[in-house]
């Protein structure tokens, strides 16, 4: 039972980045997924939430820069970053509250010039 997030990275202002999240271990169809993310001294802002049935939500911070998808054939949940800001420098993790609650190790990105 795990969540592997991958495709972070450094990243210019105004760049794009793709991040992933497989999940294994439990039935990944029937779970609302979320990114947050973190920043060392800093609270966890939870950035976006998709649902079972697709519908989505957003923290105000990344509305319309930001994309949440899912695959539920490979049991993939999706972060598609657009127009990257300084500001969004932080660790990303994937979570859901299936399978007991979990939590994944998280993925670095960095936008800076």
């Known amino acids: 039972v795990q969540l592997v997030e991958s495709g972070g990275g450094l990243v210019q202002p105004g760049g794009s980045l793709r991040l992933s999240c497989a999940a294994s271990?439990?039935?990944?169809?029937?779970?609302?997924m979320s990114w947050a993310r973190q920043v060392p001294g800093k609270g966890l802002e939870r950035v976006s939430k998709?649902?079972?049935?697709?519908?989505?939500h957003y923290a105000d911070s990344v509305k319309g820069r930001f994309t949440i998808s899912r695959d539920n054939t490979k049991n993939t949940v999706y972060l598609q970053m657009y127009s990257l800001k300084p500001e969004d420098t932080a660790v990303y993790s994937c979570?859901?509250?299936?399978?007991?609650?979990?939590w994944g190790r998280g993925t670095q990105v960095t936008v800076s010039s």
């Open positions: 979570a859901t509250d299936c399978g007991g609650g979990l």
């Open positions: 998709i649902y079972p049935d697709g519908s989505t």
């Open positions: 271990g439990f039935t990944f169809s029937s779970c609302a």
